[in-house]
Structures are given as structure tokens and as C-alpha cells.
């Protein structure tokens, strides 16, 4: 069994910053991806960044202002998020995915929200 905790979510005003951290353990033999999605109320899930190996992959809308870090050693990543919109606001979900990259090896965290308002 694999546990994904997230911390790190809060209140923030626009053109803040928040730094968000995931931690993976458990029966963990290899990490494939690790990243962010994000769901906000009335909208679908979707993808924040993922990386994998030596490739990352930003959505649109957060790039130049979010920026993804990986400790292969502690299987951790953190979302550095900066210059923070209101339209940012959203549960956010870390999302693990073991080798080899199949459904039933992606695992989720339960969330953690953040709130950008003045």
C-alpha cells in the first residue's frame, strides 16, 4: 500500500506565494511521476504539472509562475507557487504514479485547499 500526504495549502492574497509538499511511502519500488492536479468547485480535475524522469510538463495557465522540485531520495515533490490568482483557487491533489505506469499503480492524496482573496 502507498500513502500520499500532502500539507501546505492556506489563504492567500493575490500576487502571494504558497509552497506545497507531497510526500509518498509505503510500498514504493519505483517512482514513475509524481505532480499536481487541482479541481475547483463546479470544474473537473486537472492537471497542475507532472514530472517525469527528466521531463516536466506545465499546464498553461501556471507557467512562469509555478515551478515543480522532486527529492528522488525522500519521494517528495513541492510546488513552489508564485504571483497567485484568485482563478488558482482550488483543492489541490497530489498524484504518484509507480513503474510500470498503470491504473491500478496511480495513487492520490486527499487534497488540500487553497484560497487566493483578498
Known amino acids: 500500500q502507498v500513502q500520499v500526504v500532502e500539507s501546505g495549502g492556506g489563504l492567500v492574497q493575490p500576487g502571494g506565494s504558497l509552497r506545497l509538499s507531497c510526500a509518498a511511502s509505503?510500498?514504493?519500488?519505483?517512482?514513475?511521476?509524481m505532480g499536481w492536479y487541482r479541481q475547483a468547485p463546479g470544474n473537473q480535475r486537472a492537471m497542475v504539472v507532472m514530472i517525469a524522469g527528466g521531463m516536466t510538463n506545465y499546464a498553461d495557465s501556471v507557467k512562469g509562475r509555478f515551478t515543480i522540485a522532486r527529492d528522488n531520495a525522500k519521494n517528495t515533490v513541492y510546488l513552489q507557487m508564485d504571483s497567485l490568482k484568485p482563478e488558482d483557487t482550488a483543492v489541490y491533489y497530489c498524484n504518484v504514479v509507480l513503474h510500470p505506469p498503470l491504473p491500478q499503480n496511480e495513487y492520490w492524496g486527499q487534497g488540500t485547499q487553497v484560497t487566493v482573496s483578498s
Open positions: 509505503g510500498s514504493i519500488s519505483s517512482i514513475y511521476a
